[in-house]
Structures are given as C-alpha cells and as structure tokens.
C-alpha cells in the first residue's frame, strides 16, 4: 500500500501560480503511477493531469493544457502540480492519486483505475 498526503493548496488570485506537492509513503513509489484530480463544489471529480512510474509521459485535460505541469521526483518519493495563469474556475480541491502498474512509461486518466486517493488540498482562485 501507499499513503498520499497533498499540501501547497491556498488562495490566489487570478492569474497567480501554485504548486501542488504529494508525499508518498509505504510501497516504492517508483511502482506507482501518479495522478492529480479535482472537485469542485457541486461537480463531478475531474481528471487534470498524469504522469508515468518513470516521469518521462505525461497526459493534461484540455483545460489546463499550457498552464499545469505535472513533475515526480522517485528520489523523494513525491509527485507535484505546478499551476500557472491561474483562473477562478480551477477553483477545487485538488487529489493526488496511485496507480501500481508494470509498464515503466504508461499513466492512467480514468479516476476509477487509481487505487490510493489523497485526502486532498484546497484551492482558491479570486477574480
């Protein structure tokens, strides 16, 4: 098993940038494929990006495209989500996810197929 704990969530105003940190215990973290989603109020938990055991593949949804950047460092056990050109619609909290898989370079979108979930982090756009 692992544990995944996120933190860097604030408030920001739009336009801004944050960076989204989740700290991974238990099982190598290299085994795993990592995941960010998010929720806001009232919505459905959306796919934003993901990223491969080895960090050399990466998948965004279309809207945060150009603006978020996914990172992992195995070294220390942590995958990240840099957030740039914030907008008041990214407003959620935001999950980080685990996948154990065999393939080295593969990721996962669907929020079903991950199997450890974050407690999540909140953030807040203004406009």
């Known amino acids: 098993q692992v544990q995944l704990v996120e933190s860097g969530g604030g408030l920001v105003q739009a336009g801004g940038s944050l960076r989204l940190s989740c700290a991974a215990s238990?099982?190598?973290?290299?085994?795993?494929?990592m995941g960010w989603f998010r929720q806001a109020p009232g919505k459905e938990r959306e796919f934003v990006a993901a990223?491969?055991?080895?960090?050399?593949?990466?998948y965004y949804a279309d809207s945060v495209k150009g603006r978020f950047t996914i990172s992992r460092d195995n070294a220390k056990n942590t995958v990240f989500l840099q957030m740039n050109s914030l907008k008041p619609e990214d407003t959620a909290v935001y999950y980080c996810?685990?996948?154990?898989?065999?393939?080295?370079?593969?990721?996962?979108?669907?929020?079903?197929?991950?199997?450890?979930w974050g407690q999540g982090t909140q953030v807040t756009v203004s406009s």
């Open positions: 996810a685990a996948r154990e898989m065999n393939s080295v370079n593969g990721y996962v979108v669907g929020p079903g197929r991950y199997d450890y």
């Open positions: 238990g099982r190598t973290f290299s085994y795993y494929a």
């Open positions: 990223i491969s055991r080895s960090g050399g593949s990466a």
